[in-house]
């Protein structure tokens, strides 16, 4: 049995609310960031409830148009930028150092200030709502030359490019820590192909956040710039470069919502079937290295309805995903194959992600056809496909990988039947709300639109509008869960589930110097091998 | 440990096929470049990781001395998001905010002095 | 060369049917199998049973992956062809100087059509509305139309969903396509580019007439009606 590295202990800490928000602990840079991100959530889904309320009925009931496209600017903003790209990063930031065994992440202070950057950048962007012209409401994209200064006057558009610069810059400083300490902090014997799958498709994340995210925050200051100083953006090309430009980062960014989930269900599979994961180097190669490879080459499909953009080269690569998806699926199922499931809240959120997930991926080959884009492109089959793949898909993965790591985080569990309530509520909520948008999009619904006159929509609309209250029912269900487990906890010890990677071979929650012992690593999946050794190899 | 330089290396090399493939297709030169010089910088990046392993003497220290909390480090962010935000609000803000960077930054190095990073 | 003008309603059609196949084939796959270990592997129907089932099956998913990129390539040879129908009816409509031409003038927010002299002394036809009316854009049935995309501020998007089409309009840039209307009819068309406060009320009708309607149409706007 190897000895981890230990940290030194400090005398401790005299003022425990102000040490708590300095720590460099990544475990608690990690906690703080995904509250933060469950708040940023709470104030997206508001946002995205008035929109729902104002479409159940044709023409204007509850905002003004002028409030409406601030409504959808920033709930795409805040769900995007605020909310499912830090609530992955967490995951990351907590679990990373564990699962290679490492004591702490690597450049820790850095990690630190990441976190307050990022949530001073949601903070700036929300103040929109407090200025007088209203919040960014130009869109998630910032588009010029709409965005610029003569078409969205004011400082809420101001606040909005700060915000989003600076979220970004935070969140990049978080994943490159992550990145670091996958590839340069691993325990002796923790090689490349020992690591975790979670770990691997973390590092898929951050090698595409190199160099997409510092993109985007050069990309918000030129805006600034052109916003103070005319006219970046005008001209011939002005238009598209700043589109090639975004979506250099846009598209990565929305895998850098998806990657950590996908790995997180493989961990969560792989515990509950009592199997390690099923083509491991497979899984590696398309999920980690092939579909992160893909996701930076195919931005220009954003673009096919333009017609200035090298269409058939992004139809290529988006085209390819199916082969990295295809695996990844194949991978998932087999783990689950002729395994012994428990059935677990945590597994069947990742059971759920699967079929529906596979529904966002489907319609997202469908629109990396230009032929079929040029009806889809900005309809409500676009809006279906992404709200599929984020939430139907990313969200359920991210209440998997709670379920799944909530004990290790406090040391005690979420309770079961909460959770199993929570995911059917949300279950029927979401398919209530998002499969209506097929129809509506095939039948000409555009979106970013609060009045959509009488075309014999209202109908769909109200399903889906109904659908978005169930949504936050169950939501409402889950943190009624969290206060009732955290109020009356039922404790969970070490290794509540039989898990098969490193940060179950630690006490729940671990010491800030992670471990006192690690077990030997002798493959990806070190805990199964001496659970196996202990009560002999599966039959 | 020592491999670890591989996946930024060989995922940059990746990239750099794909741009190419680019160049069956009629490209657009943005585009090339784009991608293209992606794959570039994460090469050199994976090459940096080389540089930064072969000149590693010897294994870490076992035990490693760490302040657990670092106010240097939230001041320097703190800091730098004042300054951008004086960008808006005027040089007002560009000034405090660099007087709390330059505290932060102070702060970082002294703690850097008294335990390792 | 296209022995037909083809329309990107039937191109669109075509496509869309194979896709949806696909998808549904690939999902009903997926949602057998979830199901079969749903009811197969419970731990509680036997609690003694261990998990088993090989930990990789290397030849098998390198076969599964060759199959993938086949659908991939299958589908991606499609589209190629589907994009170049549509790609071929512009570049032929283009070099075909007795196509009807109409520019196409996004400003926020409203559209304007220009119909621009095709012979020497011919008048422009200009086709508009007061903002919030949707403007008639007047085609023939059956033939290709040119059009010309150009906006006067913020980027917009020329959509006609019943045609299954749109293009992108730029400011200081123009764009060219060119569409075929096989049916005669009234067809809505909505900007499908945010670009502003008024976005959702940017609409236009295309108004498809028989060829022989159109142009006794086009010819009384240019025959000079008092301006």
Not at chain 1, 105 to 122: D, E, Q, S
Not at chain 1, 167 to 192: K, N, Q, S, Y
Not at chain 1, 311 to 335: N, P, Q, R, V
Not at chain 2, 66 to 78: E, P, Q
Request: hydrophobic letters at 50%.
């Amino acid at each position: 049995m190897s000895v981890a590295p230990r940290l030194a202990p400090n005398p401790p800490p005299a003022a425990p609310l102000i040490d708590s928000m300095i720590s460099v602990d990544h475990k608690a840079i990690a906690r703080r960031l995904l509250a933060f991100a469950l708040l940023f959530f709470l104030a997206g889904g508001v946002m995205a409830l008035l929109m729902r309320t104002e479409l159940a009925e044709p023409g204007l009931q509850i905002v003004s148009t002028q409030t409406y496209n601030a409504l959808f600017t920033m709930h795409g903003s805040t769900m995007i930028y605020l909310v499912i790209t830090p609530l992955a990063l967490a995951l990351g930031l907590y679990l990373v150092p564990l699962q290679v065994g490492a004591s702490r992440v690597a450049a820790p202070r850095v990690a630190l200030a990441g976190l307050w950057i990022f949530v001073l950048g949601g903070l700036i962007m929300q103040a929109g709502w407090l200025t007088v012209g209203g919040p960014g409401r130009a869109t998630w994209i910032g588009v010029a030359p709409l965005s610029e200064f003569q078409r969205t006057p004011g400082a809420g558009q101001d606040f909005w490019i700060i915000g989003v610069l600076l979220a970004t810059l935070g969140e990049w400083l978080i994943g490159m820590c992550v990145l670091a300490t996958a590839l340069g902090r691993r325990a002796p014997g923790m090689t490349l192909m020992r690591m975790a799958p979670f770990t691997w498709t973390m590092v898929g994340t951050t090698l595409m956040m190199i160099f997409a995210f510092p993109v985007l925050i050069v990309l918000m200051g030129l805006l600034f710039y052109d916003r103070r100083n005319c006219c970046l953006f005008d001209g011939p090309q002005g238009p598209l470069t700043y589109q090639e430009l975004f979506w250099f980062y846009g598209h990565p960014v929305v895998y850098v919502m998806f990657f950590p989930f996908v790995g997180a269900v493989a961990e969560v599979f792989s515990a509950f079937s009592g199997r390690r994961l099923f083509g491991y180097a497979f899984f590696v190669a398309s999920t980690a290295l092939l579909f992160a490879a893909l996701s930076s080459s195919v931005w220009g499909h954003h673009l096919f309805t333009s017609g200035r953009i090298n269409a058939k080269y992004f139809a290529l690569t988006s085209h390819g995903i199916i082969l990295a998806a295809g695996l990844e699926y194949f991978d998932l199922i087999g783990t689950l194959w002729r395994g012994r499931i428990r059935w677990t809240a945590a597994l069947l959120f990742g059971v759920v992600f699967l079929v529906q997930f596979l529904i966002g991926g489907l319609s997202g080959i469908w629109v990396a056809s230009p032929t079929l884009d040029f009806n889809a492109n900005n309809s409500y089959v676009v809006v279906g496909h992404f709200h599929y793949t984020l939430f139907a898909g990313s969200v359920f993965g991210a209440f998997a990988a709670i379920f799944y790591w909530f004990p290790k985080w406090t040391g005690a569990f979420l309770r079961e039947g909460l959770g199993k309530l929570q995911l059917v509520i949300m279950f029927v909520g979401t398919n209530m709300t998002f499969a209506p948008m097929f129809a509506l999009g095939e039948d000409g619904m555009t979106r970013r639109i609060a009045n959509y006159g009488s075309r014999g929509w209202e109908t769909l609309n109200t399903i889906a509008t109904v659908g978005s209250y169930i949504i936050a029912l169950g939501i409402l269900v889950f943190l009624v869960n969290l206060y009732v487990s955290l109020r009356r906890r039922r404790p969970a010890g070490d290794d509540p589930w039989s898990g098969p990677s490193l940060e179950w071979a630690t006490s729940s929650p671990p010491p800030p110097h992670n471990f006192d012992v690690l077990p030997p690593v002798r493959s990806f999946a070190p805990l199964l091998d001496a659970r196996e050794a202990v009560e002999g190899a599966p039959a | 440990m020592r491999r670890a330089w591989v996946v930024p290396a060989g995922w940059g090399a990746g990239l750099i096929v794909l741009a190419a493939v680019q160049l069956t297709l009629h490209p657009e030169a943005i585009e090339l470049a784009m991608l293209a010089g992606s794959g570039a910088i994460v090469i050199v990046i994976g090459a940096a990781a080389l540089v930064a392993e072969r000149r590693r003497r010897g294994p870490r220290a076992p035990v490693e001395v760490l302040r657990w909390t670092s106010a240097g480090a939230v001041a320097l962010a703190v800091g730098v998001c004042l300054i951008v935000l004086g960008w808006e609000l005027g040089a007002w803000m560009v000034g405090i905010g660099a007087g709390v960077t330059a505290l932060g930054l102070f702060g970082v190095i002294r703690e850097t002095r008294t335990g390792r990073p | 060369m296209i022995a037909a003008a083809t329309d990107t309603r039937t191109n669109y059609d075509t496509l869309a049917a194979i896709y949806l196949w696909v998808a549904g084939v690939v999902f009903a796959i997926i949602a057998l199998a979830v199901l079969w270990i749903v009811v197969r592997y419970p731990s509680g129907r036997d609690p003694a049973r261990s998990p088993s089932g090989p930990v990789d099956a290397h030849r098998t998913e390198a076969v599964y992956a060759v199959g993938l990129a086949v659908v991939a390539a299958v589908l991606i040879g499609l589209t190629f062809h589907h994009q170049d129908q549509v790609d071929d009816l512009t570049t032929v409509a283009a070099e075909n100087p007795a196509t009807l031409r109409v520019d196409v003038i996004g400003a926020q927010w409203q559209w304007r059509f220009r119909y621009p002299a095709q012979r020497p002394g011919q008048r422009v036809v200009e086709q508009t509305a007061p903002e919030g009316t949707p403007p008639e854009l007047v085609v023939p049935v059956g033939r290709p139309v040119l059009f010309s995309g150009r906006s006067q501020d913020v980027v917009h998007d020329f959509w006609i969903p019943d045609l299954k089409f749109q293009r992108g309009i730029w400011p200081d840039h123009t764009e060219r396509w060119a569409l075929v209307f096989p049916h005669p009819g009234r067809f809505t068309g909505v900007c499908a580019w945010f670009c502003g406060l008024y976005h959702q009320n940017m609409h236009f009708v295309a108004v498809a007439l028989p060829a022989a309607a159109f142009d006794r149409w086009l010819a009384r706007e240019r025959g000079g009606r008092a301006a």
